[in-house]
């Protein structure tokens, strides 16, 4: 009986087709008010509403402002406290003197939730490049996270687990991102992309543990094609990207994950219900938690 109940809890995949995994929820408008929040020499944006808890911060993608999160913060804003912000020198933050770094947007974001005005602990969202700063923050704050939702999130292996499948993957990921570094003029964007490639080189984050075992959702891409220039894009590639994503949902007795063949990289964007009922799955979890 315990491991039926364990196999119905810990779902090993779901592929969706078109069919929502959970009933439809209403969708009523949130007000979004702006709002300035001192962390260190810099302001950061931060749009807060809703009531409730466990409060539901949201992580943005590599050099993104929190407005790629508001579509899905709107709507879970009727059902829990929802937290939205921008990194540093992204949006409507200020730049200050941080240096764009995952260690720093953890320190930033520690920073931010202590003056915010919500009290903890919190539920993270993360998608893309902001799974890592998610992972970290759990790391060096395990009390202070009751779950986790990660949206095709990059690990910090991805390039080195490619590069097993083909040789030279390595080598185009540094040269392709070498001629957008380039191209790219000095700042918050450029230095975030130094660190997605310095961190990809080194295949390693200083000081991410593994995650505890709270309540998860992982949701991953697997929209493929044959004539994607480079590995990560075909359908072996796709094996080895919900491998890594499998092992986030591997440490948690009471998780879920979620494959979609409709979304591409922006499931946020491309299905917004989805990462809602995944934010659904965690926030009914972690009530439930003692």
């Known amino acids: 009986m315990k491991a039926i109940v364990r196999i119905t809890t810990r779902i090993l995949a779901i592929t969706i087709a078109g069919t929502a995994i959970l009933p439809a929820l209403p969708r009523l408008a949130a007000?979004?008010?702006?709002?300035?929040?001192?962390?260190?020499?810099?302001?950061?944006?931060?749009?807060?509403?809703?009531?409730?808890?466990?409060?539901?911060?949201?992580?943005?993608?590599?050099?993104?402002?929190?407005?790629?999160?508001?579509?899905?913060?709107?709507?879970?804003?009727?059902?829990?406290t929802v937290i939205a912000y921008s990194r540093a020198g992204f949006g409507r933050s200020e730049v200050g003197s941080s240096d764009?770094?995952?260690?720093?947007?953890?320190?930033?974001?520690?920073?931010?939730?202590?003056?915010?005005?919500?009290p903890g602990p919190y539920i993270l969202v993360a998608r893309s490049y902001g799974s890592?700063?998610?992972?970290?923050?759990v790391?060096?704050?395990?009390?202070?996270?009751?779950?986790?939702?990660?949206?095709?999130?990059?690990?910090?292996?991805?390039?080195?687990?490619?590069?097993?499948?083909?040789?030279?993957?390595?080598?185009?990921?540094?040269?392709?991102?070498?001629?957008?570094?380039?191209?790219?003029?000095?700042?918050?964007?450029?230095a975030e992309t130094r660190e997605t490639v310095r961190i990809q080189a080194a295949g390693r984050v200083p000081g991410l543990t593994p995650l505890p075992d709270i309540p998860i959702a992982v949701?991953?891409?697997?929209?493929?094609?044959e004539s994607a220039p480079y590995v990560n894009g075909t359908a072996r590639g796709h094996e080895v990207w919900r491998a890594l994503h499998d092992e986030w949902f591997r440490r948690s007795h009471n998780g879920i994950h979620i494959e979609t063949d409709r979304s591409g990289h922006g499931i946020q964007d491309d299905e917004p219900a989805l990462v809602e009922e995944a934010i659904h799955f965690v926030l009914d979890r972690a009530r439930a938690r003692p």
Not at 100 to 114: K, Q, R
Not at 132 to 137: G, N, S, V
Not at 140 to 166: C, F, K, S
């Open 139 to 190: 790391s060096r704050y395990p009390t202070g996270v009751v779950g986790l939702v990660l949206v095709d999130g990059t690990h910090e292996q991805q390039v080195q687990r490619y590069g097993a499948l083909d040789a030279s993957y390595p080598r185009a990921f540094q040269a392709y991102f070498d001629s957008v570094l380039a191209r790219m003029p000095a700042g918050p964007a450029a």
């Open 132 to 137: 890592l700063i998610a992972r970290l923050y």
């Open 100 to 118: 764009h770094s995952v260690p720093s947007a953890v320190t930033d974001l520690h920073e931010l939730l202590n003056h915010v005005g919500v």
């Open 219 to 225: 949701l991953t891409s697997m929209q493929s094609s």
């Open 31 to 80: 007000a979004q008010t702006h709002t300035r929040v001192i962390v260190g020499d810099h302001a950061l944006d931060v749009v807060k509403g809703g009531h409730g808890g466990p409060p539901i911060v949201f992580e943005t993608g590599l050099a993104d402002s929190l407005d790629v999160w508001l579509p899905v913060w709107r709507a879970m804003a009727q059902f829990s």
